[in-house]
């Protein structure tokens, strides 16, 4: 049961609703851990039993490292001088270092387990088969919404040890926080204090609340299904019929995917959000109009905001101060300068994180190179930028006119296209055969002439107007209107007609019905 | 309560009734020909739309199931075999819960005796799909509105090239099956389509027994010649299936030779489904089978079917101007012809 079906819509979230309404104030994180685990239960069956089981190992590190905390703190009080004090700190501080440790590594493992095992041994058999074995596949189902709960896991583990909160006490709590059933599938990755509290209050429904989750719900459905859907039927008969196209008609595919990626994913989190703010809990943002980004660093602190926040605070921070790289950082200034210091410390910080970021979307050779394609833009960014600022001071220009910002806008969404053509093509070979044959035999009348079956002049009238609309709100938005903002407080019959428009629009444009194949959430498969 | 949970939900009521409403009305306008030329709905609604426009009371047999029935049967070929008036009612992919609205719709106008029953429909199952269908096809049936919303399509796109006649559409092309010749100890099946029926299917099978033995419908369930989609642990399933249900079970597979079936010529793509060669001695089959069986009528020389007779003369036609080949081709063609004209017109 997905969240953007309508037994979910229609049936699902509002029963939920009604329940923890009706529930006593004090048991209704519980009506929300049941509603979450049923919900995990409808496509991930028996496989719930992981997440419990990772939500409890999840608790349990965090009362350990709770523990160590508190025995150190006595033992502390115990101590007569300052070097006792430091001496018995760096004793319990190796007990904290395993308990992080073994909870991240088996947390780590068990998505290594699930995602990549497989990916590894299929590789080393390649190498294996020459020497005329091979190591057997193994067999793994695969648990919904693991890459984003095994996140929320590890960032909450690492707060803990930083001290930046207190363990949970109460595992249903923990366990809530880990599988909040609007974000199990496509996230956001939320931190601890994000939404425990809301998730705990209890607090009744409210109408304001309601109505904002009501229309962000609409709104993602509308993305979803009058755009994204029908841009799928297009995108995959290009990707998956590539050898057939070239020139204009892979641009033409490389910019419908990472629309369709767009409104699909962000719909998706409206829909989510929404139904968390229905229930007073609010979540964080995960896009914030990515299409205006003028650098491809930009468009990352845009698009995914949660993921990439995840990979900056508990990734890039930790590298960037850790000893290897601050004596690296200081050995490099004093030998080759305080440009290349910089150049080579943002290297040792953003490798990482990208091969991270490529393959937690998947386990693929096209995904790490995903990573690595964004590794070099933006260490190439880095590296340029005093050089820009340089020539911009030489050429007396200044950086924010408009048409240096519309160029360089231009120049990231070829950046984005570029990735997106590689993420979404079947496997890195096809990936680089579409990219090379985008030079080859191009015409842009092909596209009038050869134009798939797969979609129709109704659907493109559908997607070229929703997608117009869309663009108009978040231009709003990127200029200061909050369009959400004004309906919500409008008067009531002004506010139902937008809700009414969204609804019909969505009822009447909307790819759905007997016949139309559901399109599934492309995030939840990662 | 306070006074401003009870304002709260008056609220949501009146906005729940006024949806409501605003769909009963949109859906009493949306009749598909109440507003647009009936054969510009080219998707899977096409046979429903054009099985409301028959004469009450004229179809004799309903052929129900997934494309495998609607290519397989064709009702202008049983009506010049037999003068025996029928109609397709299945459409790609039908899963039980889309064809019990087939019938019950197909019933609004008509009072059938027989309802023929294409049995792969009864083995597609997928359960978050069947599911979500349980909660949507009731909502599609009582709101037109939401049944045919593409309908806009039609003012954007060209009209539809496909011609239906009584839910047959002309497939001439030959695509032969190269398989082993004996089929029936393959494997089929896959993620949507199983080996025996589930218990969702079985249950709405009950619904549409129920709905016909109210009506006095006979139900035949039958399995299509398909090289491709039938086993011989599938025909069992369904034998023993219709033993339970006390229905006629008639399988074509077993007798695909006696009824000539020649897999290099009867099939369209590769022994999945049935092209015109193939249909017609389906057809011819079923229309012995319905003489020597079934209280049927023939219904030729009825001036009050000379339709029948009309259409039968523009199917002919159209047969001989396809000359072998199928509406895609035909579309091809046309699209080519076009920019062609367009290009050299443009060089010019």
Redesign the interface.
């Known amino acids: 049961m997905a969240i953007h079906t309508n037994l979910y819509l229609l049936v699902f979230l509002p029963l939920v609703l009604i329940i923890y309404q009706l529930a006593p104030k004090k048991a209704r994180w519980g009506v929300l851990l049941a509603a979450s685990y049923a919900l995990y239960i409808s496509f991930s069956k028996y496989l719930v039993l992981l997440l419990m089981a990772t939500s409890a190992f999840t608790w349990g590190i965090g009362l350990w490292l709770d523990k160590i905390g508190a025995e150190c703190k006595e033992k502390q009080a115990e101590c007569t001088d300052r070097k006792q004090k430091s001496e018995v700190k760096k004793e319990f501080q190796k007990k904290r270092v395993l308990a992080l440790r073994v909870g991240v590594l088996v947390l780590l493992g068990i998505l290594f387990y699930v995602n990549y095992l497989n990916f590894v041994i299929d590789n080393m058999n390649i190498l294996l088969g020459k020497l005329g074995t091979q190591l057997p596949l193994v067999k793994v189902m695969f648990p919904m919404g693991i890459s984003f709960y095994t996140l929320e896991a590890v960032g909450y583990i690492a707060d803990v040890y930083w001290e930046r909160y207190p363990a949970e006490k109460h595992l249903g709590k923990l366990a809530l926080f880990l599988s909040f059933f609007p974000q199990i599938m496509e996230g956001p990755i939320a931190r601890y204090p994000d939404t425990s509290d809301a998730l705990f209050a209890g607090e009744p429904l409210n109408m304001a609340n309601l109505n904002e989750g009501f229309l962000r719900i609409i709104w993602g459905l509308f993305k979803k299904m009058v755009v994204s859907d029908r841009l799928s039927y297009l995108t995959t008969h290009l990707f998956g019929n590539y050898k057939d196209y070239h020139g204009s008609f892979i641009i033409l595919a490389a910019i419908a995917y990472t629309i369709q990626l767009y409104l699909e994913f962000s719909g998706s989190i409206d829909i989510v959000i929404g139904s968390g703010k229905m229930f007073g809990v609010t979540l964080p943002e995960n896009f914030n109009q990515p299409f205006s980004a003028q650098s491809a660093a930009e468009f990352w602190r845009r698009w995914h905001m949660s993921l990439g926040n995840w990979f900056k605070n508990y990734v890039f921070y930790p590298i960037t101060v850790s000893p290897m790289v601050k004596n690296w950082n200081k050995t490099a200034r004093k030998k080759y300068g305080k440009y290349w210091a910089m150049v080579g410390t943002s290297a040792m910080a953003l490798f990482p994180v990208w091969v991270a970021t490529g393959i937690w979307h998947g386990a693929g050779w096209k995904y790490l190179f995903y990573g690595m394609y964004y590794f070099v833009i933006l260490l190439f960014g880095v590296a340029m930028e005093p050089i820009k600022e340089k020539n911009y001071a030489k050429m007396g220009l200044d950086p924010n006119v408009w048409w240096l910002k519309t160029l360089r806008i231009l120049k990231t969404w070829v950046i984005i296209f570029t990735g997106e053509l590689f993420f979404n093509a079947v496997n890195l070979k096809a990936g680089f055969h579409m990219f090379f044959s985008i030079f080859g035999n191009f015409h842009i009348s092909s596209i009038w002439k050869y134009w798939p079956d797969a979609i129709t002049t109704g659907d493109v009238w559908a997607i070229c107007v929703g997608s117009v609309i869309v663009w108009i709100v978040g231009f709003l938005k990127e200029h200061g209107v909050d369009v959400r903002g004004k309906i919500l407080n409008a008067r009531t019959p002004y506010k139902w007609s937008v809700y009414y428009l969204i609804i019909f629009a969505i009822l009447l444009f909307g790819a759905y019905g007997t016949g139309y194949q559901p399109v599934d959430l492309i995030y939840a498969g990662f | 309560m306070t006074q401003?949970s009870r304002k709260?939900i008056v609220?949501?009521i009146l906005?729940g009734g006024?949806?409501l409403l605003?769909?009963v009305i949109?859906s009493a306008m949306m009749k598909p020909t109440k507003w647009f030329d009936e054969k510009l709905i080219q998707?899977?609604n096409a046979r429903t739309v054009q099985m409301m426009e028959q004469p009450e009371n004229t179809i004799d047999v309903l052929n129900l199931g997934d494309s495998l029935s609607t290519a397989g049967f064709s009702p202008m070929e049983l009506w010049r075999d037999q003068g025996y008036t029928s109609f397709n009612i299945g459409?790609?992919?039908m899963r039980m819960n889309?064809a019990y609205y087939a019938v019950v719709e197909a019933c609004e106008k008509q009072k059938p005796k027989y309802l023929m029953i294409e049995s792969l429909t009864l083995f597609r199952y997928a359960m978050?799909?069947d599911?979500?269908?349980l909660?949507?096809?009731p909502?599609?049936h009582r709101f037109s509105?939401?049944?045919y919303?593409?309908i806009?399509?039609s003012l954007?796109?060209?009209k539809g090239l496909m011609e239906y006649h009584r839910g047959y559409t002309i497939n001439q092309n030959v695509w032969e099956y190269d398989g082993e010749e004996d089929y029936l100890n393959l494997n089929v099946g896959d993620s949507n389509s199983k080996l025996t029926i589930s218990a969702l299917n079985s249950m709405t099978f009950d619904r549409i027994k129920k709905f016909c033995d109210e009506r006095g419908i006979e139900i035949i369930i039958y399995s299509m010649p398909s090289a491709k989609n039938y086993n011989q642990i599938r025909i069992d399933a369904m034998e023993a299936f219709a033993k339970e249900k006390g229905v006629t079970y008639i399988d074509l597979n077993e007798k695909a030779d006696d009824l000539g079936i020649d897999w290099t010529q009867d099939t369209n793509d590769g022994g999945d489904h049935m092209n015109l060669n193939g249909a017609k001695k389906v057809v011819k089959y079923f229309g012995n089978y319905f003489r020597e069986n079934l209280n049927l009528t023939d219904h030729r020389g009825d001036p009050s079917y000379s339709d029948w007779d009309e259409e039968l003369v523009e199917y002919d036609k159209l047969v001989e101007e396809m000359d072998g080949k199928s509406y895609l081709d035909i579309?091809t063609e046309k699209k080519n012809k076009e920019?062609d004209e367009k290009?050299n017109n443009k060089q010019k």
């Open positions: 401003d709260s609220k949501l906005f006024i949806t605003a769909l949109a998707d899977r459409a790609d992919g889309e978050g799909q599911l979500q269908m909660l949507s096809q909502l599609y509105f939401l049944k919303h593409n806009w399509k954007v796109e060209e579309y920019w290009y």
